[in-house]
């Protein structure tokens, strides 16, 4: 006769939870077998002889776990970033994470065929790092900039939600879904390139602000024209159902321009880091593992329609290499998988380049060995 098995396995269990399964067996011949084939899983077996009742559904009890894999993985999914970015350390200062390893010890290196060889720092990324923050936003900068400059003019617009929505953009998913209904309506109000991203906090405030900053290629647009662009953006963003129970609406700054110091100052404001202390929301923090902020839409296959002026040539080196191409020969960079110490190739006097980029010397060829005559 066939086991019946009474058990329902929860989908969706929080992490560290042990759940003790019973299973209900009626008449069962072969449970003998089954508990030298199972083993453990059948040490809370329970016979029900003579086809008695089903047994309650399975309880599930809170206990911590003591599983070193689990505790591994629960470690990874909160600060694996930081983790793979860093190295050990013991020492005291700013760039020494909360689980013990210290910020951009680690480097990657490069050459192109010629054997030019480069050398970059691996910084953690994250916003509320004092050691590569400002690094990252460098970065930031010079790869976005690759696809900027083939917008002229540009146009830029943020984008402000009510007070009484933010609770709701506190989840990394609706984040995202706003941002890519945005770009969507970008597109198809006939804009061709579009870049967003999101600042989680404002200037004068550690309250979560969200707003979406949006750069694209748009000129001037009449006073109607921009009040009709402006309401469809709220239709598009903001259902009118909350916004007529809330009283209120998205607020959207729009402006315009030519000129290419001005392009460089929004694209610098844009991309700056917004989430400057991991403590003003440590639940935010977490969610956002993984969270993919700064978003391109449209076609970026045109050629460059302004240039770097005056002190913004100092990104031109940088935009080289965010084009994976060597700042000085201009040739493709073939870039090592194993990261290295960041303390060894200081012992060969890196130039650097800025950005925690860094030229290093070329490798001295072997000398060459003097044959014998022999007469």
């Known amino acids: 006769m066939l086991a019946t098995l009474n058990w329902?396995?929860?989908?969706?269990?929080q992490p560290q939870t042990s759940v003790k399964w019973r299973f209900a067996l009626s008449g069962c011949r072969g449970a003998d077998s089954l508990r030298l084939r199972w083993g453990n899983r059948l040490r809370q077996l329970t016979y029900t002889l003579g086809g008695g009742e089903p047994l309650p559904p399975p309880t599930i009890t809170e206990t911590p776990s003591d599983n070193?894999?689990?505790?591994?993985?629960?470690?990874?999914?909160?600060?694996?970033?930081?983790y793979e970015a860093t190295s050990p350390s013991t020492l005291g200062v700013p760039?020494?994470?909360?689980?013990g390893r210290m910020c951009s010890c680690l480097a990657l290196l490069g050459e192109d065929e010629d054997g030019n060889r480069i050398t970059k720092r691996i910084p953690c990324g994250r916003e509320w790092c004092e050691l590569c923050r400002d690094i990252a936003h460098k970065r930031r900068i010079a790869r976005v900039l690759t696809r900027l400059m083939q917008v002229y003019p540009m146009a830029y617009?943020?984008?402000?939600?009510?007070?009484?929505?933010?609770?709701?953009?506190?989840?990394?998913?609706?984040?995202?879904?706003v941002?890519?209904?945005?770009?969507?309506?970008?597109?198809?109000h006939g804009h061709r390139k579009v870049y967003t991203r999101w600042h989680f906090f404002g200037d004068k405030s550690n309250?979560?602000?969200?707003?979406?900053?949006?750069l694209y290629d748009g000129g001037g647009l009449s006073a109607d024209e921009l009040a009709a662009f402006k309401d469809a953006l709220r239709r598009a963003l903001l259902p009118r159902s909350i916004s007529k129970r809330i009283g209120k609406d998205l607020v959207i700054h729009h402006q315009y321009t030519r000129n290419p110091k001005k392009m460089v100052h929004w694209i610098n404001y844009t991309?700056?880091?917004?989430?400057l202390d991991r403590n003003w929301d440590e639940r935010l923090a977490q969610a956002l593992h993984g969270f993919h902020n700064g978003c391109f839409a449209g076609t970026w296959n045109d050629p460059p329609r302004w240039r770097l002026a005056g002190t913004d040539k100092k990104y031109n080196p940088l935009v080289k290499l965010a084009q994976n191409l060597h700042p000085v020969s201009g040739k493709p960079l073939t870039w090592t998988r194993k990261p290295v110490p960041w303390a060894l190739l200081l012992m060969e006097d890196p130039a650097p380049l800025g950005g925690w980029w860094y030229l290093l010397p070329l490798i001295r060829p072997p000398p060459e060995l003097k044959t014998e005559r022999r007469f």
């Not at 760039?95 to 689980?99: C, E, K, P, T, Y």
């Not at 941002?179 to 198809?188: N, V």
């Not at 309250?207 to 949006?214: D, E, G, K, S, T």
């Not at 991309?271 to 989430?275: P, Y």
């Open 8 to 13: 329902r396995p929860s989908l969706f269990h």
């Open 68 to 82: 070193p894999a689990k505790l591994y993985l629960k470690f990874l999914r909160l600060h694996y970033l930081d």
């Open 95 to 99: 760039g020494v994470q909360l689980f």
């Open 157 to 177: 617009d943020v984008i402000t939600f009510p007070l009484q929505v933010r609770p709701l953009l506190r989840n990394p998913r609706a984040l995202a879904l």
């Open 179 to 188: 941002g890519r209904k945005a770009r969507r309506f970008y597109r198809r």
């Open 207 to 214: 309250i979560y602000n969200p707003h979406l900053n949006v």
């Open 271 to 275: 991309t700056r880091a917004t989430f």
